[in-house]
């Protein structure tokens, strides 16, 4: 499958980048219709919404249709987070649907209070900021130790990353990748 061309912020356009993409995941010999091919919800007073969310809702309804065979939404992204990281970080965007989520976490530096306190390390979701983890099993981690989690990241949530920054000499960093596919309804 090639990529089609990103559309502007034009809804004629990203109709059309609609089309080529349900024609690439039908086969190239597919003959498609206007028909095949979702309008973007509309709101309350039936315009479309022109929103990159709106835009991505439309091509999810439309690859529903697919069948089982078909990965419907899957994204991943690694960060890192040294003894200095401070305050709610975004691993994942939100998404307008339940995703599952796989996290692996890697003690890049050995967690210690040094003549401080060691960074503290929660993995959650927007509002439930340890839903995954509380940090209490990273605590005192030694280099190169490795955790895995695993659950269901809620709809129109972030995954986030939340610390508090390590004091004095403290030691401890993590390396974090996720991946989030979409829960079938």
């Known amino acids: 499958m090639t990529n089609p061309a990103l559309p502007t912020n034009n809804n004629i356009y990203k109709h059309q980048f ?17 028909a095949d091919v979702p309008a973007l919800p509309t709101d309350a007073n039936d315009d479309p919404i022109n929103t990159e969310s709106g835009y991505w809702y439309a091509i999810l309804e439309q690859l529903k249709h697919f069948g ?3 990965v419907f939404w899957a994204t991943g992204k690694t960060a890192a987070y040294p003894v200095t990281t401070d305050g709610a970080q975004v691993l ?31 993995i959650g979701e927007t509002g439930a900021a340890d839903k995954f983890t509380d940090g209490s099993d990273i605590a005192g981690a030694s280099a190169g130790a490795k955790f895995t989690y695993a659950g269901e990241l809620t709809a129109d949530t972030d995954l986030i990353v939340t610390a508090t920054a390590g004091t004095g000499t403290a030691t401890g960093a993590l390396a974090v990748t996720a991946q989030a596919t979409m829960v079938e309804a």
Do not use: C, W
């Open 18 to 34: 609609l089309y080529e993409l349900i024609k690439q995941i039908r086969g190239v010999g597919s003959v498609l219709n206007s």
């Open 68 to 70: 089982d065979n078909l």
């Open 92 to 122: 994942l965007d939100a998404a307008p649907f339940d995703r599952t989520v796989m996290i692996h976490v890697k003690a890049t530096a050995a967690f210690a209070d040094g003549s401080g306190a060691q960074p503290v390390f929660t």
